[in-house]
T-cell receptor, first 114, second 112 residues
Framework: DQQVKQNSPSLSVQEGRISILNCDYT??????FLWYKKYPAEGPTFLIS?????DKNEDGRFTVFLNKSAKHLSLHIVPSQPGDSAVYFC?????????????FGDGTTLTVKP | GAGVSQSPRYKVAKRGQDVALRCDPI?????LFWYQQALGQGPEFLTY????????KSGLPSDRFFAERPEGSVSTLKIQRTQQEDSAVYLC??????????FGDGTRLSIL
């Protein structure tokens, strides 16, 4: 039973437009959510996070929205740039356990076309 | 370097052989995690250390998998009697407090 799901394996967007990546989770005990970006042959790098007490967190071109009632979060990238092309992983964890082992989705491959 | 370092980057072994994968975390990071990433999937938690103590090993798939961090810094993930389903990228991550983890670039393990 996959607790974190990214239902779109891939997304293609034109440079300058908005990219929206979606993530659903089933475990209502998760209270901290993260997005990681991964380039080929490299490890994931942290992008942005949100705790369950918030519904939005913004960092430059990246905004994460959390809808707890729907158990859904999304990552918005505006404007999208070719360098944003990568695999994006959504992850969830419990805030107070051992610095939190994270449960990851299977990723969405974003391609930003020039 | 300043980041998490993993070695080797690539490892090919024959089925039945033992392998050892090394992780050098960021200096001063108390927490260390091992993840297994199969092709086309996200990382899956294997085990967690806080300093030298292995606090959670619930993700280790079998007793052929063993991890240690004897001095609270470098960690080794050992897989005994490897099988083809062990082929994956093994990621190490380190962190402090409840901050997001920093990942290494992984070891790609191929079992023939």
């Amino acid at each position: 039973d996959q607790q974190v799901k990214q239902n779109s394996p891939s997304l293609s967007v034109q440079e300058g437009r908005i990219s929206i990546l979606n993530c659903d989770y089933t475990n209502s005990m998760f209270d901290y959510f993260l997005w990681y970006k991964k380039y080929p042959a490299e490890g994931p790098t942290f992008l942005i996070s949100i705790s369950s007490i918030k519904d939005k967190n913004e960092d430059g071109r990246f905004t994460v929205f959390l809808n707890k009632s729907a158990k859904h979060l999304s990552l918005h990238i505006v404007p999208s740039q070719p360098g944003d092309s990568a695999v994006y992983f959504c992850a969830a964890r419990y805030w107070d356990t051992n610095a939190g082992k994270s449960t990851f989705g299977d990723g969405t491959t974003l391609t930003v076309k020039p | 370097g300043a980041g998490v370092s993993q070695s080797p980057r690539y490892k090919v072994a024959k089925r039945g052989q033992d392998v050892a994968l090394r992780c050098d975390p960021i200096s001063g990071h108390v927490s260390l995690f091992w993840y297994q990433q199969a092709l086309g999937q996200g990382p899956e938690f294997l085990t967690y250390f806080q300093n030298e103590a292995q606090l959670d090993k619930s993700g280790l798939p079998s007793d052929r998998f063993f991890a240690e961090r004897p001095e609270g810094s470098v960690s080794t993930l050992k897989i005994q009697r490897t099988q083809q389903e062990d082929s994956a990228v093994y990621l190490c991550a380190s962190g402090t407090d409840n901050q997001p983890q920093h990942f290494g670039d992984g070891t790609r393990l191929s079992i023939l």
